[in-house]
């Protein structure tokens, strides 16, 4: 536990408890497939996940893997020795009567994650991670004296992590969350989707008065939040509520609040009339875990690279603003599309000769980084597709920034020829032929339309000589439409200019 | 002819010799079931239509080229704790009273594809929870030797059955004796299993930790072909061990000259009856002049290993019973107003005493503040007892002595008394704690201590023999030697 | 050793409806095996480790591979309720 500098403010005390259904494909103890988006009730269930009398769990070896692999990210210490225990309490969504758990030797433990808030670096201390089983989902039909129980999610793999209550506001909070995310689907670990529930955020928070140095004396556990933008409005709005309290001498009661979306405030729900004794005790069925020094050796050998190794990456090797490194980075799939994109551009670098420079090299490289938040982004999220799953693949998406580059099609037509690639893929040039999008450089071509316009506005070509600049403009503009909106801008600026200043 | 009193290995031959089919000792075996069960009431279920549905398809396997599987086409009745799937399963409780399993235990899936034949299932004490069948939801089973006595338990049905020639197998069970002490009373042999030798899927769970299926049978020499048959890794249960099954059956061997015999002085306890500490001696002596080396061994603390499982099983116990809450399967209370009631009155209507008893104390030694002074520490002297055992396994092969203090007691003194089968099976439970292998076989028979034999000769003692880890092999050595040169396995009551 | 009140403590846990007229009966019973039990209390286990298991087994873990059960009809018809292909309880406060 840190210690806390007594202060002269009202301090938040904020601590996480973070539930992630890993990604696995099937259950945690039992072969019954893991399918966070199966629609029917009681699909994905079995006589193990079921409960029947003389079923037994067997570990899922993917699902240790991952939960150490969690664990090694966030600066864990994963001991030798791990096991699992028996969490007793009934309930209709837990088939057993117990939910296999762990207790006192989690498989990670006294860890910790830098996160940059707002420009300032903060470490948040990770207490444990624990492996345990999900239950199922209860229904509660309106105004019904009835409840429904669905177990297609009961006996999913499920990792909680919990933090030390380090965080100070909904701004830590929301650095922190999105950077755990960021983690967790880097590894391969999770989906982390708070809307579909694979990842759920129950923050613990609490106020010290002014000259307090101890941890304060209640906590409020805030429950039903779905997304990290909720997370942060949740938490602000309670450490506000706490301080009024405190500030009028209160003591905030110690109770779970829900948090409600509509109202963008907390409620209290119902509190729980009795402490549980979870009877915790090894769970006879399972024989212990063992992580050797050579199996966690071997998986820090094959840790994908992380968030905050890629951040600093994509900015030293391509100077990209942070606010595109960011936006790139929290999409784990895009990064890595953006990457091939830039190794294709690389590739035609090295084949095109030295001549084009690096400077030309981060040009295409900040193109990249736009066409890839931007009009991809839109079509992707149209579309609710990742990246690798668009039909556009990254050396078509290459070469489209080469034309562009090369003045063979202008910004406007590329982006028609973009949505063509996006929605039947396809090469660019072929695409660009196909719509008659391709930009003329002839220099003859463009000089024949030039004349054409200067004999037919001799207006206007007076009023530029007379020092009107505007009219130059009008001129290309002329030009442009006698040349279908073909020409490159470029050479036909600058014939133009040399033509009426001649 | 009269097929009843022969072993499964007698049986085989005569399958296999065509002199009669599946089917017809299938009918003989369910018409005794039929004419005598109402004494033993040793079955909760005969299921008659796919007992003969599966003595036909053994024909059809029989008939056809080829050698035939040990168990193709011979009966036999499996102690109702194994999960049957499609034949009403219950463990003798009223909360499963109308329960079908959608699924096979392990070992039922390898008798089925043996060719088995299963006739029924039988009773035992609730879930396990005794040593006489006493607690049963369905009434206690009859000792076939008297039928006003217990046949022991938990496995007292298939003990029972077996005993009164109306199987000539079944399987069973056991925690803390639940085989060799019900064997020891019937007068049968039985072999319980190094724990994770065979495999616990779909035996309904009592202590986890403990609990081993295994199977009684007439001669030792049938439970080593049982034994390679129900044994081995299964991916369906983590604790089952990766050592790969011998041939115990072609392995076996009469010659047991110079294998060193422990008999422990601690089991030889206080209040044991002086027959069955004399016939115990008889057999020693009868080893001895097989050619082992007998001697005594000192195992300490004998005395806590009840002790220790009072604690342990319980504990196990109670929370293996959480899942039945009449949601899912099983009994719900047609009482219940809302859902606490839903919890507490299916579970108060469904379970007996006994099962109560053991879900309460459980309860409290795992509740936050008992948990070390009880569990923990029974846990730490079970480290003693497992300690203690490979230091004597270090000196000798084997260990043998009585299976139990006395002969089978009469209907009614077990069922309040909450410490009668930590006392009754305070021969079995510290190997069982240790996970040891065991069999327990006839050598004799002695009087009750309360005086009233039906007969003469008293009743049916039981010989343990106990081995190390994994050590099934010597065990059935020992058994099967022992039942070359006696014929204590070859009487039978006449029911 | 045991009263009642505290066996009425544990009847809630472990949610076992006993009848008023057992409640005496239990106490006493639980009493008797806690008095049995009490010797173990004496016994040195110093140095000595928790049993969690006898195998000695380590890592026994599988695949992460799907099987569809084929049995979920026989599943669902041993359910004293379902509607709608979900189970059905009274309602949850």
């Known amino acids: 536990m840190k210690n806390f500098e007594s202060s002269t403010e009202y301090k938040p005390v904020i601590g996480f408890e973070i539930h992630v259904q890993l990604a696995t494909k099937s259950k945690m103890f039992s072969p019954a497939a893991n399918n966070p988006d199966e629609k029917v009730p009681n699909t994905n269930i079995d006589e193990i996940v079921t409960g029947q009398p003389g079923t037994l769990p067997v570990a899922n070896k993917e699902a240790i893997r991952l939960s150490a692999l969690v664990g090694l990210a966030l600066n864990c210490e994963i001991d030798e020795w791990s096991k699992f225990d028996r969490k007793h309490y009934f309930y209709p969504d837990l088939p057993k009567g117990y939910q296999i758990s762990q207790f006192d030797q989690p498989i990670a433990k006294e860890g910790f994650l830098e996160v940059n808030v707002n420009g300032k670096m903060k470490r948040f201390g990770v207490t444990r991670a624990h492996l345990e089983e999900d239950a199922g989902k209860n229904v509660h039909p309106e105004g019904l004296p009835y409840s429904l129980v669905d177990y297609n999610r009961a006996g999913c793999a499920l990792l909680e992590i919990v933090t030390e209550p380090d965080l100070e506001s909904g701004e830590d909070a929301k650095s922190f969350l999105t950077e755990l995310r960021n983690i967790i689907r880097y590894l391969g670990a999770s989906s982390c989707d708070m809307e579909k529930g694979t990842m759920r955020v129950e923050p613990n928070i609490s106020v010290r008065k002014p000259g307090e140095t101890t941890l304060p004396k209640y906590k409020v556990e805030v429950k039903n939040i779905n997304s990290i933008k909720f997370a942060q409005a949740a938490i602000d709005y309670e450490i506000a509520r706490q301080i009024e309290i405190l500030k009028e001498d209160g003591m905030p009661k110690q109770v779970t609040m829900g948090w409600n979306e509509k109202t963008n405030s907390t409620v209290e729900q119902r509190s729980k009339e009795e402490a549980n004794d979870y009877r915790y005790f090894p769970d006879p069925d399972l024989p212990p875990m063992h992580f050797s020094p050579e199996y966690l050796q071997n998986l820090k050998n094959h840790m994908p690279e992380l968030p905050a190794q890629k951040r600093k990456r994509f900015k030293e090797e391509f100077n990209l603003p942070d606010a595109d490194v960011e936006n790139l980075i929290s999409w784990k799939e895009l990064a890595a599309y953006f990457e091939c994109v830039v190794s294709e551009i690389d590739n035609w670098i090295l084949e095109a000769g030295n001549h084009k420079g690096a400077e030309a090299r981060l040009g295409l490289i900040k193109n990249a980084a736009n066409w890839s938040l931007g009009e991809f982004s839109a079509l992707l999220n149209q579309k609710l597709l990742n990246p690798d799953e668009a039909k556009v693949d990254p050396e078509n998406f290459a070469e489209m920034l080469m034309l562009i580059a090369e003045g063979k099609i202008s910004s406007s037509a590329a982006k028609q020829v973009f949505k063509v690639m996006f929605e039947k893929g396809g090469e660019p040039d072929n695409i660009v032929k196909d719509l008659g999008l391709e930009q003329t450089s002839d220099e003859g071509a463009i000089l024949t339309a030039i004349e054409k316009v200067i004999g037919a506005n001799e207006k206007a070509v007076l009023d530029f000589k007379a020092g009107q600049e505007k009219s130059f403009g009008f001129l290309v503009g002329q030009t442009m439409k006698e040349l279908k909106g073909k020409g490159n801008p470029q050479v036909i600026n600058e014939l133009l200019r040399k033509k009426l200043q001649s | 002819m009269q097929f009843e009193h022969l072993s499964i290995t007698e049986l085989r031959k005569k399958l296999d010799a065509k002199e009669l089919s599946s089917v017809e000792l299938t009918k003989y075996f369910l018409s005794r079931i039929n004419e005598l069960d109402k004494k033993v009431n040793s079955f909760v279920t005969v299921c008659e239509n796919e007992a003969l549905n599966s003595a036909t398809k053994a024909d059809e396997f029989i008939n056809s080229p080829g050698e035939n599987p040990f168990l193709c086409g011979i009966p036999y009745a499996s102690k109702d704790l194994f999960c049957t799937k499609g034949v009403r399963t219950t463990a003798s409780s009223k909360i499963l009273d109308s329960y079908i399993p959608p699924h096979n235990a392990t070992v039922e899936k390898k008798i089925k594809e043996h060719y088995g034949v299963l006739v029924g299932k039988t009773n035992l004490d609730e879930f396990a929870h005794g040593s006489s069948t006493e607690t049963s939801a369905y009434g206690p089973s009859k000792n076939p030797w008297d039928l006003n006595r217990i046949p022991g338990g938990s496995s007292g049905g298939s003990t029972a059955a077996l005993a009164a020639g109306l199987v000539p197998w079944a399987t069973a069970t056991e925690t803390g004796g639940s085989i060799r002490q019900p064997a020891s009373l019937c007068g049968v042999s039985g072999w319980k299993p190094t724990y994770g030798r065979v495999s616990r899927y779909g035996v309904i769970a009592m202590g986890s930790s403990l609990d081993c299926p295994g199977a009684v049978a007439h001669t030792v020499e049938d439970l080593a072909h049982l034994a390679e048959i129900m044994s081995g890794q299964d991916e369906k249960d983590s604790t089952t061990g990766v050592q790969p099954v011998p041939q115990y059956s072609k392995n076996l061997s009469s010659n047991i000259s110079g294998l060193r015999i422990g008999v422990p002085k601690q089991y030889f306890v206080e209040g044991m009856e002086e027959d069955v500490k004399n016939r115990v001696m008889d057999a020693v002596k009868q080893l001895e002049k097989m050619g082992a080396k007998i001697s005594e061994v000192d195992l300490p603390n004998t005395r806590f290993g009840s002790l220790v499982y009072a604690i342990i099983c319980p504990s196990e116990v109670s929370s293996n019973l959480m899942r039945y809450d009449g949601i899912r399967y099983g009994h719900l209370s047609q009482q219940a107003k809302n859902l606490l009631e839903v919890y507490e009155k299916s579970r108060g209507e469904g379970f007996g005493s006994e099962a109560k008893r053991r879900i309460l104390t459980g309860t409290y030694v795992l509740t936050a503040g008992y948990y070390d002074a009880y569990y923990k520490k029974a846990q730490k002297v079970r480290r003693l007892i497992m300690n203690e055992f490979s230091e004597v396994f270090k000196n000798v092969d084997a260990l043998v002595c009585p299976s139990s203090p006395n002969v089978a007691v009469k209907i009614g003194g077990a069922k309040e008394n909450p410490l009668f089968g930590y006392i009754a099976d305070q021969l079995n439970i510290p190997s069982s704690l240790a996970g040891l292998p065991a069999i327990s076989m006839p050598c004799g028979f002695g009087m009750p201590s309360d005086g009233e034999a039906p007969s003469m000769d008293g009743l049916p003692v039981g010989l343990q023999v106990i081995g190390p880890q994994w050590g099934e092999q010597t065990v059935f050595n020992i058994g099967y030697a022992y039942q070359q040169e006696t014929d204590w396995h070859r009487k039978y009551p006449g029911v | ?93």
């Open chain 3, 1 to 93: 050793m045991l009263n009642i009140e505290e066996i009425k403590k544990l009847a809630k846990l472990a949610r076992i409806e006993i009848a008023e007229e057992d409640l005496e009966k239990f106490a006493s019973q639980l009493s008797s095996v806690l008095e049995y039990v009490e010797e173990l209390k004496n016994v040195n286990t110093e140095g000595l480790l928790e049993v969690d298991q006898v195998t000695g087994l380590v890592n026994i873990q599988r695949a992460d591979t799907v099987v569809v059960s084929d049995n979920r009809e026989e599943i669902f018809s041993q359910a004293p309720e379902m509607k709608d292909g979900y189970y059905k309880v009274k309602a949850i406060l």
